[in-house]
């Protein structure tokens, strides 16, 4: 069956960094462009970074842009969304997803993680 499995969620002080992982079961995801998203409360889900499958092209929503990095590593069939200088509006349920394309979108994700919590504390 194949799935994204996620870790990396939990609660962090203000500052400080979170690194999400976003491995593949039953999927390579070499061949998938890959989509990190978050839902905040009271917030619709907002896409907040995108790694292609073709050419590891990256994208970032601008609220992270130089505080979140998108990278894969095809040797564990991973890919991670690093987090520094976090702040209490990174507050969030993030989910990964995966696409069956070389490029970036908000919609047409055939695969889901299951979207672990992180918690930025002031």
């Known amino acids: 069956q194949a799935q994204l499995v996620e870790s990396g969620g939990g609660l962090v002080q203000a500052g400080g960094s979170l690194r999400l992982s976003c491995a593949g079961s039953?999927?390579?995801?070499?061949?998938?462009?890959i989509g990190w998203f978050r839902q905040a409360p009271g917030r619709a889900r907002e896409g907040v970074s995108c790694?292609?499958?073709?050419?590891?092209?990256?994208s970032y929503e601008d609220a992270v842009k130089g505080r979140f990095t998108i990278s894969r590593d095809n040797a564990k069939n991973t890919v991670y969304l690093q987090m520094n200088s976090l702040k209490p509006e990174d507050t969030a349920v993030y989910f990964c997803?995966?696409?069956?394309?070389?490029?970036?979108?908000?919609?047409?994700?055939?695969?889901w993680g299951q979207g672990p919590q992180v918690a930025v504390s002031s």
């Open positions: 790694i292609t499958s073709l050419d590891s092209t990256t």
């Open positions: 039953g999927i390579t995801l070499a061949d998938y462009t």
């Open positions: 997803a995966a696409r069956n394309s070389s490029y970036c979108s908000m919609t047409l994700y055939h695969y």
